[in-house]
C-alpha cells in the first residue's frame, strides 16, 4: 500500500505560514539551499512519527492553482485543542470535530494561505 512520503505547502507569505504552522503544531522550517526560495518543514521528531515536508512559493493565483487540492491529515493529541490553536493563529474552521465512530475525531481547517487541510484525534 502506497503512504504519504513527502508534502508541500502551497503559500503566498511565507512569514505569515510559518508563523501559522509554528503556532499550531509547533513545526520549525529551514531555507533550503538552491535558486528557489523553499523551506524544509520539520513536522516529526525521533518520539513520534512522521514525514517531513516542503514550503514553496504558490506558483498561479489560487483559485486557478492546482496545487490546492491535496489535503493532508495530521495526526494530534487533541482535535479540540489543536482546532482552538488554528482559530487563534488565523486559520479557519471549515467542518468542526465530528465523530467517526470507533476510529476517532477529525476536522478540517483552511490555513492563512488559503490551503485546506485535516487533524485527527485518534479514539
Known amino acids: 500500500m502506497a503512504k504519504v512520503a513527502y508534502y508541500e505547502i502551497n503559500v503566498d507569505d511565507f512569514k505569515r505560514a510559518q508563523a501559522f ?6 513545526w ?17 521528531d525521533e518520539k513520534k512519527q512522521g514525514i517531513d515536508g516542503g514550503m514553496l512559493m504558490r ?3 489560487l483559485k486557478d492553482s492546482a496545487a490546492s ?7 494530534v493529541e487533541s482535535a ?9 493563529a488565523g486559520g479557519a474552521i471549515i467542518m468542526e470535530k ?8 477529525v476536522a478540517y481547517a ?14
Not at 504552522?21 to 509547533?26: E, L, S
Not at 487540492?69 to 495526526?75: E, N, S, Y
Not at 465530528?98 to 475525531?105: D, F, K, S, V, W
Open 21 to 26: 504552522y509554528a503556532a499550531v503544531f509547533g
Open 28 to 44: 520549525t522550517f529551514d531555507r533550503y539551499p538552491g535558486p528557489m526560495e523553499y523551506y524544509m518543514i520539520k513536522s516529526g
Open 59 to 61: 506558483q498561479a493565483p
Open 69 to 75: 487540492g491535496f489535503v493532508c491529515t495530521i495526526a
Open 80 to 88: 479540540d485543542d489543536t482546532v482552538a490553536k488554528i482559530k487563534q
Open 98 to 105: 465530528t465523530l467517526m465512530e470507533g476510529i476517532g475525531y
Open 110 to 123: 483552511v490555513d492563512t494561505e488559503g490551503n485546506t487541510f485535516g487533524v485527527w484525534e485518534q479514539a
